[in-house]
């Protein structure tokens, strides 16, 4: 487990280390043939590697048990919502974020915050929409191990496009087979190996907002054992004025083939990262400036307006590292494939908040084992019968401490936290009558979030700052100690039954049916509470030191549960592909991290019922032999079900309409000019009582490609050509005020540009 968790920090995939059912570990070549150039089909859509002619920059792979056409005819037949991005597909950029890599993926919405490695919100179908910043409702991976803490939680600045040679999406229950307790699915990064990319590369890179960075990795493959490894240095000012960023990742892997049917792979990796946190603006102050940050709410005839964080003297930041290693082994006897995985990883996260949360500081480690069986006697794409343990633990020292001007004053909280995370699957697929398939399967999920609060001291200290004169701070004060501690206990059966149509291999009709579950992490039952701009938590009215208010809230939660219903169709035909699935999910005790209108913490909430509805369509076209297409689009219309308070609203933070379309011409065998553009088309409410939106937006990119001779490729960027100013993401709040800041601008007009050498 580990191991994939150490893989997240590594790499450029080889997928061989796939996570589709049935898939292995290989040291053999696996033959890739792939152009450069954008396919005649969504990113998302698997097509057999004999439809591609090669690219004159692609080298070859590496080869048989599991090729790449065997991992997408897979993905083809699986009866759900998946996408498989290969590398050649990811916009070759001086910045490569999570958000790019799978701008093209219909479904999956990634909004950025800061532009550079920080947290963009990402959510499939609604998952961990309202938390801020976004820490759960989907299982992050590396090569099929999870990236996630024990407690569900996980930091997306640490999983990096650049090192991955293939991303593999699972939305909703096709993630349960792979342990996911979540609603939303699974994001697989697939690393590479010594058998699959030999040799060395190197890449240099820079641009506009202080951008620059550097990649170098070197594989290697000998008799019965490969290795690779890779470094990867990237550094941003950012393009507002506190938007630094910085992210360093070491990663190597080492595989053996013992016989002709055990192989082992070991892992290990390094990431450091930091960044600062420039914050949201009101929606004027965006359109006025959007390189500015916020300096908290003023105060206009004894009346505070423009609520918000004070970025300029808060100085919130996060600073966070991780270091992983781990193994995996696979056995393949005849029909029966074992494949088992142990692994640990250690991370050191620092988090400033503003005042109004303080500086969380989490040390700990997890550890996880994995064990996974198939059965396939008739050779299939999936096989007859698979099943799989999982096991997460893991325990966290976390300090709360007060953020007094940008440094770490007094401690106002201890505790021990510890979680245990148990899945358990089986599934079937049954071929029946006419090349139908039946798909039954059920998943059980425990898990266990205990919390030991060891801050021994009667009082919790509070600072606050005059509101009238933000620098000026008033007598410090403090508040009784409340004891933060809990044992809660989750678990749940999710059964799932799916029936798909495969008429050939070209057409995938699929309806299916099913459960899911998702228990809180401990930042949704561990929240500081009763700050405000200008005081700590526990001091909702500054001027009032010694007024008895909790600082902290331990909400007794419930797990969410869903039941969704999905049908889909993916298909290729001669120059055009498309795959469509529509879904509608009944969802109870749906998690809500809420925010009141200065953007302070309210602690997490289960709203009663909700609804999500969505399509998600990729479609792609090759319009000549050098002209090709793609368009993904994602329909979002997620709503409260008779809410007490909020009615039929629609929740905050989810774009209703979503799209990214783009055209490639490939001018010559060497040089290629691409355009994007990412369409939001409709407004998106900020808060869940629907009372503020964020104006929608369309930004162009425009990039180009040249291959020099065999070793060097040069390429540029403009980003947001037309230099528009947009929200890129928002602060979502449960009551919103029209001059809340809760906006953070996306990037103005870049430039980039870099070389790329392979050897």
Same mark, same amino acid.
């Given at each position: 487990m580990a191991a994939a968790l150490l893989l997240s920090i590594v790499s450029h995939a080889c997928f061989a280390q796939s996570a589709t059912p049935g898939s292995t570990i290989v040291l053999e070549p696996i033959v890739v043939e792939a152009r450069r150039e954008a396919p005649a089909r969504p990113s998302h859509i698997p097509s057999s590697s004999s439809s591609s002619a090669p690219s004159p920059s692609s080298a070859p792979e590496v080869a048989p048990p599991q090729t790449r056409g065997t991992v997408e005819e897979r993905f083809n037949v699986l009866p759900g919502g998946v996408a498989l991005v290969p590398q050649q597909e990811f916009p070759e950029t001086a910045n490569l974020t999570v958000s790019r890599a799978l701008s093209s993926v219909p479904g999956v919405v990634v909004q950025d915050f800061f532009g550079g490695n920080d947290q963009p919100r990402i959510q499939i179908r609604g998952s961990g929409l309202q938390q801020n910043p976004v820490e759960r409702g989907v299982l992050m991976?590396?090569?099929?191990?999870?990236?996630?803490?024990?407690?569900?939680?996980?930091?997306?600045?640490?999983?990096?496009?650049?090192?991955?040679?293939?991303?593999?999406?699972?939305?909703?229950?096709?993630?349960?087979?792979?342990?996911?307790?979540?609603?939303? +699915?699974?994001?697989?990064?697939?690393?590479? %190996?010594? *058998? /699959?990319?030999?040799?060395?590369?190197?890449?240099?890179? =820079? $641009?506009?907002?202080?951008?620059?960075?550097?990649?170098?990795?070197?594989?290697?493959?000998?008799?019965?054992?490969?290795?690779?490894?890779?470094?990867?240095?990237?550094?941003?000012?950012?393009?507002?004025?506190?938007?630094?960023?910085?992210?360093?990742?070491?990663?190597?892997?080492?595989?053996?083939?013992?016989?002709?049917?055990?192989?082992?792979?070991?892992?290990?990796?390094?990431?450091?990262? +930091?960044?600062?946190?420039?914050?949201?603006? %009101?929606? *004027? /102050?965006?359109?006025?400036?959007?390189?500015?940050?916020? =300096? $908290?709410?003023?105060?206009?005839?004894?009346?505070?307006?423009?609520?918000?964080?004070?970025?300029?003297?808060?100085?919130?930041?996060?600073?966070?590292?991780?270091?992983?290693?781990?193994?995996?082994?696979?056995?393949?006897?005849?029909?029966?494939?074992?494949?088992?995985?142990?692994?640990?990883?250690?991370?050191?996260?620092?988090?400033?908040?503003?005042?109004?949360?303080?500086?969380?500081?989490?040390?700990?480690?997890?550890?996880?084992?994995?064990?996974?069986? /198939?059965?396939n006697p008739a050779a299939a794409l999936l096989p007859l019968f698979e099943t799989t343990a999982q096991v997460t633990t893991g325990s966290a020292d976390r300090g709360n401490y007060i953020n007094q001007a940008g440094s770490i004053g007094a401690k106002f909280g201890e505790s021990e936290l510890s979680a245990t995370t148990v899945a358990l699957y089986s599934g079937l697929n049954i071929p029946f009558w006419q090349n139908f398939t039946l798909s039954p399967a059920i998943s059980y999920a425990y898990a266990v979030r205990d919390n030991d609060d060891t801050y021994h001291f009667r009082t919790r200290p509070t600072i606050a700052y005059n509101p009238a004169n933000p620098t000026m701070l008033l007598p410090n004060g403090a508040v009784p100690t409340q004891s933060t501690s809990y044992a809660r206990t989750y678990n749940s059966w999710s059964p799932s039954l799916a029936v798909s149509y495969q008429p050939d291999g070209i057409h995938t009709v699929f309806a299916a049916v099913s459960r899911s579950f998702e228990p809180p992490t401990h930042d949704d039952l561990l929240a500081t509470v009763n700050g405000t701009p200008n005081s700590s938590p526990g001091r909702p009215n500054p001027p009032q030191p010694f007024a008895p208010f909790a600082a902290f809230t331990t909400p007794d939660l419930k797990a969410q549960t869903a039941t969704t219903i999905e049908g889909g169709w993916r298909s290729r035909l001669q120059r055009f592909s498309w795959d469509a699935v529509v879904y509608y999910s009944w969802i109870d005790n749906e998690l809500l991290s809420l925010r009141d209108a200065t953007g302070a913490s309210l602690g997490a909430i289960n709203a009663d019922r909700t609804t999500h509805f969505g399509i998600e369509l990729g479609v792609g076209a090759r319009f000549t032999d050098r002209l090709s297409g793609r368009i993904a689009y994602t329909y979002q219309d997620f709503r409260f079900d008779n809410d007490p308070l909020r009615g039929n609203n629609r929740l905050a933070g989810a774009p209703p309409h979503l799209v990214h379309a783009q055209l490639q011409y490939q001018a010559t065998e060497a040089w290629m000019v691409q355009t994007a553009v990412r369409w939001s088309p409709a407004s998106i409410p900020v808060d869940n009582m629907n009372t503020l939106y964020a104006d929608p937006y369309a930004v162009v990119d425009l990039r180009t490609e040249y291959k020099i001779d065999k070793t060097f490729r040069i390429f540029g960027e403009i980003t947001n050509l037309f230099d528009k100013t947009y929200a890129s993401s928002t602060l979502i709040v449960d009551q919103a005020r029209p001059d809340q800041a809760a906006f953070l601008p996306g990037d103005g007009r870049g430039f980039y540009a870099g070389i790329k050498a392979t050897f």
């Open positions: 991976l590396q090569n099929g191990l999870p990236m996630n803490r024990a407690d569900g939680s996980y930091i997306v600045g640490f999983a990096n496009p650049r090192q991955t040679e293939s991303i593999e999406v699972y939305r909703g229950y096709m993630a349960n087979r792979l342990g996911a307790t979540v609603l939303g +699915g699974a994001i697989n990064f697939v690393s590479p %190996t010594g *058998s /699959a990319q030999p040799g060395a590369q190197a890449m240099l890179s =820079g $641009g506009s907002f202080g951008q620059i960075g550097g990649v170098g990795q070197a594989g290697f493959k000998r008799d019965n054992v490969d290795g690779f490894i890779e470094f990867d240095v990237n550094r941003r000012d950012g393009f507002r004025e506190y938007n630094s960023s910085e992210r360093v990742s070491v990663s190597g892997n080492v595989g053996v083939r013992l016989s002709d049917d055990v192989s082992t792979r070991f892992f290990a990796g390094y990431t450091d990262l +930091g960044f600062d946190v420039p914050g949201p603006l %009101t929606k *004027s /102050a965006m359109y006025a400036d959007p390189r500015q940050v916020h =300096g $908290g709410p003023r105060v206009v005839g004894g009346v505070a307006v423009d609520p918000g964080p004070n970025v300029l003297r808060d100085r919130p930041r996060r600073e966070a590292s991780q270091f992983l290693v781990g193994s995996r082994t696979t056995a393949t006897f005849d029909a029966h494939l074992i494949d088992v995985a142990v692994g640990y990883t250690y991370t050191d996260d620092m988090f400033r908040f503003p005042i109004s949360s303080g500086v969380r500081t989490t040390v700990g480690g997890d550890f996880t084992g994995l064990v996974r069986y /198939a059965y």
